[in-house]
Structures are given as structure tokens and as C-alpha cells.
């Protein structure tokens, strides 16, 4: 079954750390990924997305994410975090064709010190 | 644009109690879901649509049914409250190609 891993349920980085949110999915075609964060209380916004081509792809919010087709892994990295990045991220597959859904990863939660 | 809305944006029901919610899209997309949300379990598809009249079941569909009688709404029901459907409800839609979706902003259902 097609599945999604983020192996990190919660991380803590100091404002202007660098950050990389793991993701990693198993299937055996190339699918379409997307990275979707939460802040509190609201809906998920999307951050940005990979269908194909260049494997880095650059999103809103100064974040950006690379495909590594070898590790099945799609990991989104920001070089410096601002504390309004404090949110749940969401890593989610689309395995395109028919399927018109998408799979879920659990979320990573990310607090961000001063 | 108003992208995809949801009423109501909190509810409270009894066990037994029935409800529906509302989503609505002004984007003309064809695809529209139902997910729940719930802590340490992410988001899972309850329900979705790929148009107007049609409906199909997703990961968790027990005790909700669904309606999608014109493309730009898509509404959710519980005929029977149980605690277990106490969950943040959150409606999304989509273009046919590469599945790109667009969130309201939740709905937060308790039952009693």
C-alpha cells in the first residue's frame, strides 16, 4: 500500500537555524509530491510541489524541497527560520494517473525558540 | 475569490444528534474531499468527488455520507453523532490534473 513517513512527530529549532523536515514515501512509480503546512487553528496552505523535472523546487515562504528519487525521500529545507514558521507540515503523495487522492503523512510539528 | 468555505466553523452535538456540513468552492473545480484530522493521525479522506453527482469512499467513511449535487458545493453528513466523529473536519478541491488541493479553513466538531 502506498504510504507516507515523516520519522519526526516533533522538532525544535532556534530562530535562524537551518531546518530539513524529513519525508520519505514508498511506491514504486514517481509520484507527485507536496509539502503543506498548518498553523494553528487554520487550514492547510500549500508550500510547494514536485511533478517533474528540475528535482529542487522552490516554494512560498523561502522553503524549499528536493527530490531524491534513489531514497524515495522528498525533504523540505529552509535555510534560516523565522519564528512565524512555527507550524505542523505536511508531506503528501499523489500517485497520479487515475487516483485522485492524495496520502497523508502524520505531520511534523515544529516550534521554533527565540 | 473566496477559494473553498465551510459552515459552520464550530458545532456541538448530543450522541444520536445529526448534522450536515457545507463546503463550498468558487474555483470550478471538478474535485472536492472530506477529511478528518485528528491528533498524531494527519489528515484522512473520508469521502471525495471527481464531479457533479458523484461520490466514492475514502480511508474512513463509516457513519458520514455525502452529497455532491452541484459542482460548487460538497456536503458531509453524520446521521448519527457518535464521540469517535469528534475530529476537525476539513473540505478540499482540485483540478482534474496533478490533484494540487486548495483547503478551507476546518470545521471543529465535538460530540457529547
Known amino acids: 500500500a502506498q504510504s507516507v513517513t515523516q520519522p519526526d512527530i516533533h522538532i525544535t529549532v532556534s530562530e535562524g537555524a537551518s531546518l530539513e523536515l524529513r519525508c520519505n514515501y514508498s511506491y514504486g512509480a514517481t509520484p507527485y509530491l507536496f509539502w503543506y503546512v498548518q498553523s494553528p487553528g487554520q487550514g492547510l496552505q500549500l508550500l510547494l510541489k514536485?511533478?517533474?523535472?528540475?528535482?529542487l523546487v522552490q516554494g512560498i515562504k523561502g522553503f524549499e524541497a528536493e527530490f531524491k528519487r534513489s531514497q524515495s525521500s522528498f525533504n523540505l529545507r529552509k535555510p534560516s527560520v523565522h519564528w512565524s514558521d512555527a507550524a505542523e507540515y505536511f508531506c503528501?503523495?499523489?500517485?497520479?494517473?487515475?487516483?485522485?487522492?492524495?496520502?497523508f503523512g502524520k505531520g511534523t510539528l515544529l516550534t521554533v525558540n527565540p | 475569490n473566496a477559494g473553498v468555505t465551510q459552515t459552520p466553523k464550530f458545532r456541538v452535538l448530543k450522541t444520536g444528534q445529526s448534522m450536515t456540513l457545507l463546503c463550498a468552492q468558487d474555483m470550478n473545480h471538478e474535485y472536492m474531499y472530506w477529511y478528518r484530522q485528528d491528533p498524531g493521525m494527519g489528515l484522512r479522506l473520508i469521502h471525495y468527488s471527481v464531479g457533479e453527482g458523484t461520490t466514492a469512499k475514502g480511508e474512513v467513511p463509516d457513519g458520514y455520507n455525502v452529497s455532491r449535487l452541484k459542482k460548487q458545493n460538497f456536503l458531509l453528513g453524520l446521521e448519527s453523532a457518535a464521540p469517535s466523529q469528534t475530529s476537525v473536519y476539513f473540505c478540499a478541491s482540485s483540478r482534474p490534473s496533478y490533484n494540487e488541493q486548495f483547503f478551507g479553513p476546518g470545521t471543529r466538531l465535538t460530540v457529547l
Open positions: 503528501a503523495v499523489d500517485r497520479g494517473g487515475s487516483n485522485y487522492k492524495l496520502t
Open positions: 514536485y511533478f517533474s523535472g528540475d528535482t
